[in-house]
């Protein structure tokens, strides 16, 4: 206790470079938890960007490109599967739900989905969250122009409630393919989810059957007139082909059967996949950057322990004095080297306390933000097992590298003795 008291007046005595020490420590760690915290919630946000889904079915390709046009709406389908194959899934007795999902136009580089009205009743995301309006209303099956917009889309276009825009062929941000014949009114705009969704327009079935009525091959058909927006709502715009479409279960003990019907079903080539199976293969294709910002982020408190190291071994030929004459009350040696651990300690201590600190106070202030952009939730809770033992292997880290100059110290203290050194 004499000496923790003695350190601590010794830091007090080197008040301002023992603050900035223990700021430097405390920015370190605040950025080694925050990276953590956001990791590890971006993994659980990655995971969830579709939830209650159980089976996710498209044309036969691989199981990370069908999740990253179906739900992540990057790149496009080997292949479109026929409607009749979408009615004969969604009739099975083990299938609660089913939800088609149709890609291939955009507007202003946004992704266009058509889809049916149960898709605002059954996708979910996040913590099984539903979709909710922030304005207006969902489409209706029986109203083909109608588009509802995701939060990013309406906020970067800055699109009303009532305004019309017109769809584009393909997904390139500039098209010079446009269909200006039938534009879309805007019904409705959603909250923000932080998912995919934030960037799609949504439109129905039919609406996408309707763009296409009097086109052939993937091009209009020049040469024919024609098909106006009135014509087409005369005509049957039921959808021969869609992209893919969302499967929910009656029982979660029937998937892997349903699954394997699915793929070795003899209708057509089509490819059924767990949700989580395939979220998880993605996010371990990208596992090196994750690796590497954790990394670095150790580098970076790695950093700042040394702060603290140059500090104290720059004080030390200053000291002498100071030992000397704890020497001459009858201080030993070891007495000195143990007060520099002590220091070290109390400076690694408080510096982690302090990042805490820091931490806790960031999240209050981005929680919010990175809610509603990002879909991010970081929780306000305490400390998980593993930040604990980051917390403890940091501060085992800073007496270890306390112990460098406890060392000097011990050496410098029996080569002088009682003498006092200027």
Do not use: C
Not at 18 to 23: D, K, Q, V
């Amino acid at each position: 206790m004499h000496l923790l008291r003695i350190a601590l007046r010794s830091l007090n005595n080197r008040r301002f470079t023992a603050l900035l020490t223990i700021f430097a420590i405390a920015l370190s760690m605040a950025l080694l938890l925050a990276v953590e915290r956001v990791r590890t919630e971006a993994r659980s946000s990655f995971a969830s960007t579709i939830s209650s889904t159980d089976l996710i079915v498209g044309a036969r390709s691989g199981s990370v490109n069908l999740l990253l046009y179906s739900v992540f709406r990057i790149g496009n389908a080997t292949n479109n599967i026929r409607w009749t194959s979408f009615e004969h899934f969604a009739q099975h007795p083990q299938v609660q739900w089913a939800v088609p999902l149709s890609l291939g136009d955009s507007h202003h580089g946004y992704r266009v989905l058509g889809t049916s009205e149960d898709y605002f009743n059954h996708y979910q995301y996040s913590r099984k969250k539903h979709l909710a309006l922030a304005q207006g209303r969902f489409f209706t099956d029986q109203a083909p122009f109608e588009v509802v917009l995701g939060a990013e889309v309406a906020n970067a276009l800055d699109y009303k409630l009532g305004q019309e825009l017109v769809l584009a062929h393909g997904v390139a941000t500039v098209s010079l393919v446009k269909h200006d014949d039938k534009p879309f009114t805007v019904v409705g705009i959603l909250q923000r989810t932080g998912t995919p969704v934030d960037h799609t327009l949504h439109i129905a079935l039919a609406g996408m059957e309707a763009l296409h009525i009097d086109w052939q091959h993937g091009a209009p058909a020049y040469g024919r007139q024609k098909i106006s927006a009135e014509q087409a709502l005369q005509m049957d715009l039921q959808p021969k082909e869609i992209t893919a479409m969302l499967v929910g279960l009656k029982s979660r003990m029937a998937t892997f059967a349903v699954q394997r019907e699915i793929n070795q079903w003899r209708g057509e080539p089509l490819l059924a996949i767990l949700p989580g199976v395939a979220l998880q293969e993605l996010w371990s294709l990208m596992g090196t950057a994750e690796k590497a910002l954790f990394v670095v982020s150790l580098f970076v408190v790695l950093t700042g322990l040394i702060g603290m190291l140059t500090a104290i071994l720059t004080s030390l030929n200053e000291r002498r004095r100071e030992m000397a004459i704890l020497r001459s009350v009858g201080a030993r040696p070891w007495h000195i080297a143990s007060l520099l651990i002590l220091e070290a300690f109390t400076l690694a201590f408080v510096g982690i306390l302090a990042g805490v600190a820091f931490l806790y106070l960031g999240i209050a202030i981005a929680q919010a933000p990175l809610q509603s952009h990002y879909g991010l939730h970081l929780a306000f809770s305490a400390p998980t097992v593993h930040e604990w033992q980051l917390l403890g292997a940091v501060l085992a880290v800073g007496v270890l590298i306390g112990a460098i100059p406890a060392w000097r110290a011990y050496r410098q203290s029996l080569a002088d003795g009682l003498n006092i050194r200027l």
